[in-house]
């Protein structure tokens, strides 16, 4: 194993500091490393609060700011926060009119969550997403993975949280939104957890994983390696035919941490050809790495089917180490 890293049991606090000192215009670190919250709160505004394990950087603290979340909550690599860092977070950003937790649907997030949620004594609404189309349950779920369609109703939730929207709205939004948003990925190789320090999976140099999770669980089935339009082909085909509609669309196209740019943009117009083809029209576009899986190569495609609220949100400003526009 090859890692820049001092030693495997301080990366994640080590990586948090770093990561503070970078952005210390928008964010502060929590007492005991327990969370990211955003360095200046808006008062009256519903508090959005997310987290999970760390490997998926930029997700989750890279989206803490304006126009998205308030707070995320960073647990061991690959593994859950516990909910004393959730209710500390809480605490935190709670500035009156509420919390708003958007957790993936992980067995250990939803566990932990909803107990932070019931012992924090607060008004707090939760969204799960489990955007993935590729199984029905995994290693660490029952029902769909929460992937990274979690981007999109982070992004679309925090703007309107950011224009005053209620408790109860955003929590309606939410839900819509990720009913609107499917995802599948692809892997051409494992991750290496670094307290592991071998691949978590093996995978041979002539195959690939289709449907794999951002943990490197089990996907559809493992299959020789194909062109890019063949595997576009099919990603869109399993995520139009689960939307079963027609119109206007993001095509997000996220790369897993260990494939170039250059892959990742070839991937994006080999999807936009198939999604045309299905009758969903790409006017939004997302290329680049933000729910990786460490080291992984390969990538995910999500769709985010637009209405008008979900496109104006969308567009709305946003200011965050990870995203950044409008503003």
């Known amino acids: ?120 004594g607060r008004d707090v609404a939760t969204v799960i997403t489990d955007d993935d189309v590729a199984v029905e349950n995994s290693l660490y779920t029952t029902g769909r993975r929460g992937v990274a369609g979690t981007l999109v109703v982070e992004k679309v939730v925090g703007a309107a949280a950011e224009r005053g929207a209620d408790l109860k709205t955003l929590k309606a939004l939410g839900d819509r939104v990720n009913k609107a948003t499917r995802s599948m990925g692809v892997a051409l190789t494992s991750c290496t957890v670094p307290a592991a320090g071998k691949p978590t999976f093996d995978i041979g140099p002539a195959d690939m994983e289709m449907g794999v999770g951002i943990h490197g669980e089990p996907g559809r089935r493992r299959v020789p390696l194909q062109s890019a339009d063949a595997i576009a082909e099919e990603m869109v085909a399993a995520i139009a035919g689960d939307l079963g509609g027609k119109g206007n669309a993001l095509l997000f196209v996220n790369g897993f941490g260990g494939t170039p740019s250059m892959e990742l943009y070839l991937m994006y117009e080999a999807a936009r050809k198939q999604l045309t083809r299905h009758g969903i029209t790409p006017v939004r576009a997302l290329v680049g790495s933000y729910v990786t899986s460490l080291d992984m190569a390969g990538c995910s495609i999500t769709v985010t089917m637009f209405d008008d609220e979900i496109a104006q949100h969308w567009d709305a400003p946003v200011h965050t180490a990870a995203l950044r526009w409008g503003l």
């Open 1 to 120: 194993m090859k890692k820049l890293i001092n030693d495997v049991a301080t990366v994640l606090t080590e990586s948090l500091d770093g990561f503070a000192a970078a952005h210390a215009d928008l964010v502060t670190l929590g007492a005991e490393h327990k969370f990211v919250r955003r360095k200046v709160l808006k008062p009256g505004k519903v508090a959005l609060l997310s987290g999970g394990g760390a490997g998926h950087e930029p997700l989750h603290a890279g989206f803490v700011g304006h126009g998205m979340l308030d707070a995320a909550c960073p647990g061991q690599v690959f593994t859950s926060p516990t909910p004393d860092q959730m209710m500390a977070a809480a605490d935190a950003v709670d500035t009156g009119a509420g919390l708003l937790f958007i957790v993936k649907n992980y067995e250990g997030d939803v566990m932990n969550f909803d107990m932070a949620r019931e012992m924090c």
